[in-house]
């Protein structure tokens, strides 16, 4: 386990939902975050609420995780987390954003600021 839960993308991974479903081993949560995450075209399973972090050199990792475009980026680029990276405000950064919200957004310039 590295020794940030920040996700690439500025998730706190020790808040997850799908972190604490597998932290705490709990089957409701699992159930009912597979019912608010999963869509019809792709849902999910309560197996798939389960992750020990996208940072972490273990297993297991939320469903989306291996075709994340952002861990993938970060990854390769090495930077701690978005906010860390010379192209921040990329294409890749703002698609994400666009779904996930303002909140998300926030916290990487929070991040980004405080560099």
Known sequence: MTKSMI?????????CQ???????????????????WGSPNDPLTAADINCVGCKADAEPKFK???????????SERGVETCAHCEDY?????????AQAGDEQR??????RAAL
């Not at 996700?7 to 808040?15: H, K, P, T």
């Not at 597998?22 to 608010?36: P, S």
């Not at 989306?64 to 970060?74: G, L, P, Q, Y």
């Open 7 to 15: 996700a690439y993308c500025g998730i706190d991974c020790a808040a």
């Open 18 to 36: 799908a972190h604490l479903a597998w932290k705490n081993d709990d089957d409701k949560l699992r159930e009912k975050q597979a019912g608010e």
């Open 64 to 74: 989306f995780s291996s075709t994340c475009s952002i861990r993938s980026c970060a």
């Open 89 to 97: 405000g990329c294409d890749t950064l703002e698609e994400w954003l």
């Open 106 to 111: 926030q916290k990487l310039e929070k991040m």
